[in-house]
């Protein structure tokens, strides 16, 4: 099953993000495996399940790290981007799981 990872700072209020998108994926017939971690964790994630990975997407809390992780994703062949802050913090999950998508279609 594809992973959709989001990355944040501790991955707390990020999971609460992560249960609106799953209800919204499971809406859409559509079957990911959409969870978070903190960011520093995204080389080992990569390095265990790269091959797995559909997209990463930053929480807005570090957006400051995109351009480090952009050099890791790339070399996994990735897409990577910082959540919309507003879809984030109104805990969009539709409009987070449409950024998602439309990085890899």
Do not use: W
Request: net charge neutral; glycine share 6%; charged share 20%.
């Amino acid at each position: 099953m594809k992973r959709i990872i989001l990355a944040c700072a501790a991955g707390m209020s990020t999971s609460m993000l992560v249960t609106r998108i799953e209800k919204e994926a499971v809406a859409r017939g559509l079957e990911y495996q959409i969870y978070a971690i903190p960011e520093q964790n995204l080389r080992e994630e990569l390095q265990n399940y790269g091959q797995d990975v559909l997209v990463v997407l930053l929480g807005p809390q570090v957006r400051f790290k995109l351009e480090e992780n952009k050099k890791l994703t790339d070399s996994y062949q990735l897409p990577i981007a910082v959540i919309d802050s507003v879809a984030y913090g109104t805990l969009n999950g539709a409009k987070v799981l449409d950024q998602a998508l439309a990085l890899v279609h």
